[in-house]
C-alpha cells in the first residue's frame, strides 16, 4: 500500500473521482478524467483500485465509442460499499454508523456491554458489530475512506505522565483507547481518528440542522456528564484533551466521591446514577429511566426536586462556561433531557438568572437533536474533514482526519438513508 504523501496524494484522487461519479452518475473514464483533471493513466490506475475494493462498479457500456478504440465501461458507484465509519465507544455499549460517498447513513447498530469491560473485549466486541452489519445491511468495507472513533474522556491523555495512575482515594485510571485505533487501522487499512466521544457528539450538534452553530457548549448527561465545546468554528480540544471536561467541576467540595478521585463533581450530582440514587435516598425507589420518567410525568415531588437540583447545578456549571465562551446555544444530550423535559427548563431558567443581563448574552438552550448515536455521528463528521467546522482538526503524525482533499461540504451531521 502507498504510504505518506503518496497515500494522501491517491486518496485525494480517489475521493474527487467518487464525487464526480456521486454528483454525475454513471461515467466512462474519459468522462471522469475531464472532470476531475487527471491523466488517463493515473485516472486509470485509481479506478483499477476502486474497482478491485469494489468502491465502484462497472455498470454498462457507453453507446458511443471514445476515439477508435472499443466501447467504453461506463463506471458508477457501488451502492453497497461503505466509505466512511463512525464508531462511539460509551462506558456501557458501542454504537457503530457506516456512510456512503454522499455521506447518507447505510446501516447502524448496537452492542451492550459493562462498564468493566476491558478496551481489548471492547474492541472485539465492535468489530463483531461491524461484522454483523454486513451480513444485516449487505454493505462491504473494501474502500473505507477513513474511520472516526469515539471514546470516553478525558483522550488524549497527557504526556509525561505515566499510566496507569492511582488517585488520591484510590480510583484506577487508564488510558483510553488501549490499542483500539490500531485493531480498526490495521482490520479496515484505512485512516484512523480518535477523539472523547462526548466532544464528538458536540460536533454533531455543531453541525446539524440547517445551519452550522460556531459558538457552541454541549453538555451530556449519562452514566456520566461530559462535554464540548466549539468555539469560533472550531472543535476545541485544549491542550492536554480536557477541554469541555464539565462533568467533572466540583460543584459541592464535601460531596460523593467521584470516579475522577474529587469529590463533588458535576458527575456526582447529575448524571443519570447519581439522580436515581438521590431519589431512592429521598425515598423514592426508581431502577431506571423510564421509572423516572413515569414520575417526572406525574410531577412526583421526590422525582421533580431531584431533577431541578440536578439541573440548577448543571445550569450553574454551564453558566460559567457561557460567561466565559458567550456561545449562541448550549445543548443537553442524553436521553434523560427527552424523557424529563424540566431538566433542559431548570438549565434555561438558571442561565436567565445567572448571566450577564442584556439580552444579547442569553445563548439558545435547547436538548439534542441528535439520539443516543450522536457520538458516532460526531466520528463520521470528523473523517467528513471538509466541513468548515473541522478545518484546523489536529491531526497526529500517524492518524489522518480524513479521506480526502477537502472539496465538500457537509449538510447536517449525515444524511439518513430512507
Same mark, same amino acid.
Given at each position: 500500500?502507498?504510504s505518506?504523501?503518496?497515500a494522501?496524494?491517491?486518496?485525494? =484522487? ?8 456521486q454528483?454525475n452518475?454513471?461515467? /466512462?473514464r ?7 483533471g487527471?491523466?488517463?493513466t ?12 469494489g ?9 458511443r465509442?471514445e ?9 458508477a ?16 455499549? %458501542?454504537?457503530v454508523?457506516?456512510?456512503?460517498? /454522499?455521506?447518507e ?7 451492550r ?11 472485539a466486541?465492535?468489530?463483531t ?13 473494501g474502500?473505507?475512506q477513513?474511520?472516526g472513533?469515539g471514546?470516553?474522556?478525558?483522550y488524549?491523555?497527557?504526556e509525561g ?9 484510590g480510583t484506577?485510571?487508564?488510558?483510553a483507547?488501549?490499542g ?5 487501522a490495521e482490520r ?5 481518528i ?14 446539524s ?8 457548549v ?5 452514566d456520566?456528564?461530559g462535554?464540548g ?9 485544549g ?8 462533568? =467533572?467541576?466540583?460543584v459541592d467540595?464535601?460531596g ?6 474529587k ?5 456526582? %450530582? ?10 431512592w ?10 421509572d423516572l ?6 410531577? =412526583? ?24 465562551l ?10 434523560i433531557?427527552? +424523557?424529563?423535559?424540566v ?5 434555561a ?6 448571566l450577564?443581563?442584556?439580552?444579547s448574552?442569553?445563548p439558545v438552550v ?6 443516543d ?5 460526531g ?7 471538509? /466541513?468548515? +467546522?473541522?478545518a484546523?482538526y489536529?491531526?497526529?503524525?500517524? %492518524?489522518k482526519?480524513?479521506?480526502g482533499?477537502?472539496? /465538500?461540504t ?6 439518513v438513508?430512507?
Amino acid at each position: 500500500m502507498p504510504s505518506g504523501v503518496h497515500a494522501l496524494v491517491r486518496r485525494t =484522487h480517489e475521493e474527487r473521482v467518487l464525487r464526480a461519479l456521486q454528483e454525475n452518475g454513471a461515467m /466512462s473514464r474519459g468522462e471522469i478524467a475531464r472532470i476531475v483533471g487527471l491523466s488517463r493513466t493515473t485516472l486509470s490506475e485509481i479506478t483499477g483500485s476502486l474497482l478491485q475494493r469494489g468502491a465502484i462498479v462497472v455498470v454498462d457500456t457507453a453507446s458511443r465509442r471514445e476515439g477508435s478504440g472499443r466501447p467504453a465501461e461506463r463506471l458508477a458507484l457501488d451502492p453497497a460499499s461503505a466509505q466512511f465509519m463512525g464508531v462511539d465507544f460509551g462506558h456501557r455499549r %458501542v454504537h457503530v454508523v457506516v456512510a456512503d460517498a /454522499s455521506h447518507e447513513i447505510m446501516a447502524s447498530g448496537a452492542t451492550r456491554y459493562d462498564d468493566t469491560t476491558p478496551w481489548q473485549e471492547r474492541t472485539a466486541l465492535a468489530l463483531t458489530l461491524v461484522e454483523r452489519l454486513t451480513a444485516e445491511a449487505g454493505v462491504h468495507y473494501g474502500a473505507l475512506q477513513g474511520i472516526g472513533i469515539g471514546v470516553p474522556g478525558p483522550y488524549p491523555a497527557p504526556e509525561g505522565r505515566p499510566w496507569p495512575r492511582t488517585t488520591p482515594s484510590g480510583t484506577v485510571l487508564r488510558p483510553a483507547p488501549e490499542g483500539v485505533d490500531v485493531a480498526f487501522a490495521e482490520r479496515f487499512d484505512a485512516p484512523v481518528i480518535v477523539d472523547n466521544n462526548t466532544r464528538l457528539a458536540a460536533l454533531a450538534e455543531a453541525i446539524s440542522g440547517a445551519e452550522s452553530v460556531a459558538d457552541l457548549v454541549y453538555v451530556r448527561l449519562s452514566d456520566g456528564v461530559g462535554g464540548g465545546l466549539v468555539v469560533g468554528g472550531q472543535l476545541v480540544t485544549g491542550s492536554s484533551g480536557l477541554a469541555g471536561e464539565l462533568g =467533572h467541576v466540583t460543584v459541592d467540595p464535601a460531596g460523593r466521591p467521584c470516579r475522577c478521585g474529587k469529590r463533588g463533581c458535576l458527575e456526582t %450530582v447529575a448524571s443519570v446514577p447519581a439522580i436515581l440514587a438521590a431519589c431512592w435516598e429521598f425515598g423514592l425507589p426508581l431502577k431506571d429511566l423510564r421509572d423516572l420518567a413515569d414520575a417526572a410525568a406525574r410531577a =412526583h415531588p421526590v422525582a421533580d426536586r431531584v431533577l431541578r437540583e440536578a439541573a440548577g447545578a448543571l445550569g450553574r456549571v454551564v453558566g460559567a462556561a457561557t460567561m466565559t465562551l458567550n456561545p449562541a446555544k448550549v445543548v443537553i444530550g442524553g436521553e434523560i433531557t427527552q +424523557l424529563a423535559p424540566v431538566i433542559v427548563e431548570q438549565v434555561a431558567a438558571t442561565l436567565g438568572a445567572d448571566l450577564f443581563p442584556t439580552a444579547s448574552a442569553a445563548p439558545v438552550v435547547e436538548a439534542a437533536r441528535l439520539s443516543d448515536d450522536d457520538g458516532a455521528i460526531g466520528a463520521l463528521a470528523a473523517v467528513f474533514h471538509n /466541513s468548515p +467546522l473541522l478545518a484546523r482538526y489536529p491531526e497526529t503524525a500517524d %492518524v489522518k482526519a480524513g479521506a480526502g482533499a477537502g472539496e /465538500s461540504t457537509i449538510e447536517g451531521a449525515a444524511h439518513v438513508r430512507p
